[in-house]
């Protein structure tokens, strides 16, 4: 009898990557439909780190490396938690993976467990709870709110923990709700998990660098050192540096999981691309000022996505702190009849009917594991935002009844 593995039954699709999909196939058939699903930023590679990649394929730099990343890359990534984070860690607490999902799977499947319990503060990443069920693990969802910044509190935290609990993820800031930590929120939560040791945590850092309103970034083990030796820190060079198709990312941790990561790593990808690790290299130690543009250009779109979303009848936006997203809420659209005569019951309805009927594609909150909310990336051209909040905002007039 043909069949599949149990752990593939609770896995879903990524609703990003099949809304940017269904937006691109759309545009293939002749219709003009601006996709704001994608989290890629639609600046190009800065030029030091292609020329990078470029003269290591010139060179010949084109067979297998180790597994965990070239001696060079790792040092960089090593240099780069001291100057940043103020965290040290030596080159065999460090591994660099295929992306930054490759490092959160590796790093579920080396310390998860059936029956383990993952304690995921929701609006979440679409993969965590996936990555988590095909560990065999168990996701414990704990919804955050508007009000409190999307942000987990220390008493949520500490009524999820069970005997159970293996795991906390953090992401700051956060993807979809650009939610952003700040120093003292993270003492407190460690307050909390100093008190149970069994639990450990992973920190996805991967939006770092894009942070607005002049806030600095801290994570969990720069904050509380204790936590250190219990802490997995990812990250990657996919959104900083606009190198998504790149494919490469980093973990740094204790070494007894870093070292369980690269025998997964192994038997799976094993080495990341050599040349690609060549740019990194030029990433990490070039200048840094090639993020500027980009990011006064994130700061310029922010204040105008979220301003118009104010604007905008049935909704209002939560102001991102970082990331290139924004998460209005639609609950005043609730209720409320679509063209063809379908009640938008939830942000999937809206979904559906920004794509069919006015051509915009957007992530409903569902799939982040929060409603009523939406996600837009503003990682795109502000001549297609300013296309898209027109198309939107005509779309909640006629919803509300004022078009």
Request: proline letters at 7%.
């Amino acid at each position: 009898m043909n069949r599949l593995a149990k752990r593939i039954q609770n896995v879903k699709p990524s609703p990003t990557l099949m809304i940017t999909a269904k937006a691109k196939t759309l545009q293939a058939q002749g219709r003009d439909v601006i996709g704001l699903g994608s989290g890629e930023p639609d600046f190009d590679t800065p030029k030091h780190i292609k020329k990078a990649a470029i003269q290591a394929l010139k060179e010949g730099f084109t067979k297998y490396t180790a597994v965990d990343g070239i001696p060079e890359l790792k040092k960089a990534i090593v240099a780069k938690f001291a100057a940043d984070n103020e965290l040290t860690y030596t080159p065999n607490q460090v591994v660099v993976t295929v992306g930054g999902k490759q490092a959160f799977y590796n790093m579920a499947q080396a310390i998860i467990e059936a029956g383990d319990e993952v304690i995921i503060p929701a609006p979440y990443w679409v993969s965590y709870p996936d990555m988590i069920y095909l560990a065999e693990g168990t996701p414990v969802i704990v919804q955050t709110s508007e009000e409190k910044g999307f942000k987990l509190t220390p008493e949520q935290l500490e009524k999820a923990i069970t005997p159970k609990t293996r795991l906390l993820v953090l992401n700051s800031p956060s993807n979809p709700t650009g939610a952003t930590y700040q120093k003292e929120e993270l003492g407190e939560l460690g307050e909390v998990l100093l008190k149970h040791p069994q639990v450990l945590i992973v920190t996805d850092d991967i939006y770092e660098k894009i942070i607005f309103d002049r806030m600095r970034f801290y994570n969990l083990p720069q904050v509380v050192p204790a936590l250190k030796d219990r802490c997995v820190v990812l990250n990657g060079f996919s959104k900083s540096y606009s190198m998504t198709g790149w494919r490469l990312g980093y973990a740094a941790g204790p070494e007894y999981i870093i070292k369980a990561m690269v025998m997964i790593q192994s038997q799976s990808t094993s080495n990341p691309t050599s040349f690609v690790q060549r740019g990194a290299v030029a990433a990490l130690t070039g200048s840094q000022k090639c993020m500027e543009p980009m990011l006064r250009a994130f700061h310029e779109r922010r204040e105008f996505v979220v301003k118009s979303f104010n604007a905008m009848p049935g909704m209002h936006c939560f102001p991102p702190k970082g990331a290139f997203y924004a998460y209005p809420n639609i609950e005043g659209l609730l209720g409320k009849t679509a063209p063809d005569g379908k009640v938008i019951a939830n942000s999937l309805d809206l979904a559906d009917m920004l794509l069919d009927h006015y051509d915009v594609a957007i992530v409903p909150g569902i799939a982040f594991g929060q409603d009523p909310y939406f996600r837009i990336s503003f990682a795109t051209s502000m001549t297609d935002l300013e296309r898209a909040m027109k198309r939107i905002h005509l779309a909640a007039e006629k919803l509300m009844g004022k078009g």
